[in-house]
């Protein structure tokens, strides 16, 4: 072995035992405190329900007011910020009424009678009818009822003073005796009385009586 073969390898041994004996810096060990987590107790905020604000009748409103109910509103109002006017306000209300009727009805041997353009364009059947003139609501009357076979008749003799009618057939309130799938009609173009179908659709005209 040479010289330099010798030498090569002192230098090699030397570098593996240098790398053996280097020291190594050991990792510090680092302390974590875990904190106890608390319990906060929460309470649920309550919401208070907002009092509904009352309902104030205007222009724009789209609720529902009967002709009745807004004059009464109007009088009470009038009442309380222009009492001079009240009777002024009385006067023309009960003006517009009389006016109302007129053009609505028609008053016949103590009977109101239904007479405006309705009189001559609802068809109902028998059932429809009465169900009809119940729940009519006309110049500030709710008693409005069908008439009976007589009352129709003795109508029909007087219709020149009616301001609308159907030469048709109208039904009275008046069942059959015979058949109670029938009832009483009044033909308004001869005056013809009859039965006919509770199912079949003729005109309705209501009444209501004087008090």
């Not at 790398?19 to 875990?34: D, R």
């Not at 003139?133 to 029909?156: A, F, H, M, P």
């Not at 173009?189 to 039965?195: A, H, I, L, P, S």
Request: charge should be positive.
């Amino acid at each position: 072995m040479n010289k330099k073969t010798t030498l090569l390898l002192l230098t090699i041994l030397l570098l593996f035992l240098g790398c053996n004996e280097a020291e190594v810096t050991p990792i510090a060990k680092v302390k974590v405190e875990v904190q106890e987590i608390k319990k906060v107790s929460i309470k649920p905020k309550v919401i208070k329900e907002k009092p509904k604000d009352s309902f104030e009748w205007n222009s724009s409103s789209n609720a529902y007011i009967s002709q009745t109910d807004y004059d009464d509103a109007m009088e009470e109002y009038i009442k309380k910020k222009y009492p001079k006017k009240l009777k002024t306000y009385r006067c023309n209300r009960e003006k517009a009424r009389q006016k109302e009727i007129k053009n609505n009805t028609k008053i016949i041997d103590d009977l109101m009678w239904q007479d405006n353009y309705a009189s001559k364009t609802i068809k109902r059947d028998w059932q429809g009818a009465k169900d009809y003139c119940k729940n009519l609501s006309l110049v500030g009357y709710s008693d409005w009822r069908l008439s009976n076979k007589s009352e129709l008749k003795s109508l029909y003799n007087k219709k020149d003073k009616l301001k609308y009618f159907s030469s048709n057939f109208y039904w009275s309130s008046t069942p059959s005796t015979r058949s109670t799938s029938r009832a009483w009609i009044v033909y308004f173009n001869d005056g013809y009385v009859g039965r006919s179908n509770k199912i079949d659709n003729y005109y309705v005209r209501c009444v209501r009586t004087e008090h």
